[in-house]
């Protein structure tokens, strides 16, 4: 399937040579919704504003749909949609239908389509009772409705969403991506291209994401697949009565082990998460807890929380391995 958005060691340098992106080369697909998911700082979106041709590459190349973003920056704009997560375009006096209506005329949607294109945005992120309410008037989710509805109002194949959900309570959260899905990518086949630092949005939503860390990709891949790239290792949630006030520390020194986090402490007792990278370290962690005065209660395999590794891993591995 031939990609619609390529980049080719695409790479900004700011003056004084901070450098903010490093060589990425994407392969974006028609149709799919891809993450950029990584620590703050590490670039995500300023290959975003390079995509939509806010900012100018330093070197490399990006295309979409067709069209240089370098060269032939008003045909990228006229397919692309925008949502950020701070956006204050909107003239506060104006209703929400008359800004889409100014938007509308400004992306070129002919004047004979413009009133119907309002109101299938409006209706589609649940604001068409809101349609004359002065923009300043609606809350800060409903804004940020507003602004996805916004950039869908000439209807482009593609989509950039910038941490589009930050505004909204978990429950409209929930709708908006669920829309995203369903309708934008499932429906009417566009492409999502969406950014964010909450491994949470990844799960069940994204069809491939890049990690980045230290303004470069360091793994590309379905959230499957990048959970395959770790590192095997078992994780237990482990209950201990009494035991003394170093025992994290004391099982953390146990060979095999990679992690022991405290996750609750009680009167009498503690709750550890015990992340295992060698499972025959078992044992060894239980004999542990019993010479820091200790007793399990109980224990369990959990879930191994492998999208939050995920990020974690590459962040520290290439910190340490790649200059």
């Given at each position: 399937?031939?990609?619609?958005?390529?980049?080719?060691?695409?790479?900004?340098?700011?003056?004084?040579?901070?450098?903010?992106?490093?060589?990425?080369?994407?392969?974006?697909?028609?149709?799919?919704?891809?993450?950029?998911?990584?620590p703050?700082?590490?670039?995500?979106?300023?290959?975003?504003r390079?995509?939509?041709t806010?900012?100018?590459?330093t070197?490399?190349?990006?295309?979409?749909?067709?069209?240089?973003?370098?060269?032939?920056?008003?045909a990228?704009?006229?397919?692309?949609?925008?949502?950020?997560?701070?956006?204050?375009?909107?003239?506060?006096?104006?209703?929400?239908?008359?800004?889409?209506?100014?938007?509308?005329?400004?992306?070129?949607?002919?004047?004979?389509?413009?009133?119907?294109?309002?109101?299938?945005?409006?209706?589609?992120?649940?604001?068409?009772?809101?349609?004359?309410?002065?923009?300043?008037?609606?809350?800060?989710?409903?804004?940020?409705?507003?602004?996805?509805?916004r950039?869908?109002?000439?209807?482009?194949?593609?989509?950039?969403?910038?941490?589009?959900?930050?505004?909204?309570?978990v429950?409209?959260?929930?709708?908006?991506?669920?829309?995203?899905?369903?309708?934008?990518?499932?429906?009417?086949?566009?492409t999502?291209?969406?950014?964010?630092?909450?491994?949470y949005?990844?799960?069940?939503?994204?069809?491939?994401?890049?990690?980045?860390?230290?303004?470069?990709?360091?793994?590309?891949?379905?959230?499957?697949e990048?959970?395959?790239?770790?590192?095997?290792?078992a994780?237990?949630?482990?209950?201990?009565?009494?035991?003394?006030?170093?025992?994290?520390?004391?099982?953390t020194?146990?060979?095999?082990?990679?992690?022991?986090?405290?996750?609750?402490?009680?009167?009498?007792?503690?709750?550890?998460?015990?992340?295992?990278?060698?499972?025959?370290?078992?044992?060894?962690?239980?004999?542990?807890?019993?010479?820091?005065?200790?007793?399990?209660?109980?224990?369990?395999?959990?879930?191994?929380?492998?999208?939050?590794?995920?990020?974690?891993?590459?962040?520290?591995?290439?910190?340490?391995?790649?200059?």
């Amino acid at each position: 399937m031939k990609s619609i958005i390529v980049t080719q060691e695409l790479s900004k340098t700011y003056p004084g040579g901070a450098r903010a992106v490093r060589d990425v080369s994407l392969a974006i697909r028609p149709g799919e919704i891809f993450g950029l998911f990584g620590p703050n700082g590490a670039g995500k979106s300023t290959i975003v504003r390079m995509l939509t041709t806010l900012l100018a590459p330093t070197s490399g190349t990006a295309v979409v749909a067709g069209h240089d973003v370098v060269q032939e920056p008003l045909a990228v704009r006229g397919v692309i949609g925008l949502v950020t997560a701070d956006e204050r375009s909107f003239y506060g006096r104006l209703s929400a239908a008359q800004n889409l209506a100014f938007y509308a005329a400004m992306q070129n949607v002919p004047r004979r389509q413009i009133r119907e294109r309002v109101t299938a945005v409006l209706d589609l992120f649940g604001l068409g009772h809101k349609r004359d309410a002065a923009a300043q008037s609606l809350s800060t989710g409903q804004k940020q409705r507003l602004n996805m509805a916004r950039a869908l109002v000439h209807d482009p194949p593609i989509l950039f969403l910038d941490e589009p959900t930050k505004s909204m309570d978990v429950q409209t959260s929930d709708l908006v991506k669920a829309l995203i899905r369903e309708k934008l990518v499932g429906e009417q086949g566009k492409t999502v291209v969406f950014i964010s630092h909450e491994l949470y949005e990844m799960d069940n939503f994204c069809d491939r994401a890049a990690i980045l860390a230290d303004s470069r990709i360091r793994a590309i891949g379905t959230p499957s697949e990048l959970g395959a790239m770790l590192p095997r290792r078992a994780l237990y949630r482990l209950v201990v009565v009494s035991g003394d006030a170093g025992m994290a520390a004391r099982m953390t020194a146990v060979p095999g082990v990679e992690s022991v986090i405290e996750v609750s402490r009680g009167a009498s007792a503690a709750a550890f998460d015990v992340a295992l990278a060698d499972e025959g370290a078992w044992l060894e962690v239980m004999r542990t807890v019993a010479e820091g005065n200790g007793r399990v209660e109980s224990y369990r395999r959990v879930d191994d929380e492998s999208l939050r590794r995920v990020v974690a891993h590459f962040s520290e591995f290439t910190a340490r391995k790649i200059p």
